[in-house]
């Protein structure tokens, strides 16, 4: 089970910190990101840390997102700064355990202008 927390309503240039905490069978996790689907259009990857200190970002956000990892928590976080309106989406969180995909439920970022 994967939850993520700390979506919310948040005006442009504005920042948030998104956390994900998996449980339960996840405990075993080759990589965690994650992904965003903002209305009409297809869900698209954020951010990726695939462990041994890799980690990759899509270009729309380098520079203005970090993702870390609490591997004793087994917990994955979103920084993100300077949210601009055209972040505004779902943020799931995704892990890859054993060849096995987990996604949470989302979580909403609203950007205002």
């Known amino acids: 089970q994967l939850v993520e927390s700390g979506g919310g309503l948040v005006q442009a240039g504005g920042s948030l910190r998104l956390s994900c905490a998996a449980s339960?069978?996840?405990?075993?996790?080759?990589?965690m990101g994650w992904y965003r689907q903002a209305p009409g259009k297809q869900r698209e990857l954020v951010a990726r840390?695939?462990?041994?200190?890799?980690?990759i970002y899509a270009d729309s956000v380098k520079g203005r997102f970090t993702i870390s990892r609490d591997y004793a928590k087994n917990t994955v976080y979103l920084q993100i700064h300077s949210l601009a309106p055209e972040d505004t989406a779902v943020y799931y969180c995704?892990?890859?355990?054993?060849?096995?995909?987990?996604w949470g439920q989302g979580t909403q970022v609203t950007v205002s202008s």
């Open positions: 339960g069978r996840i405990f075993s996790i080759n990589a």
């Open positions: 840390d695939i462990g041994v200190g890799m980690t």
């Open positions: 995704h892990a890859l355990q054993n060849y096995i995909e987990y």
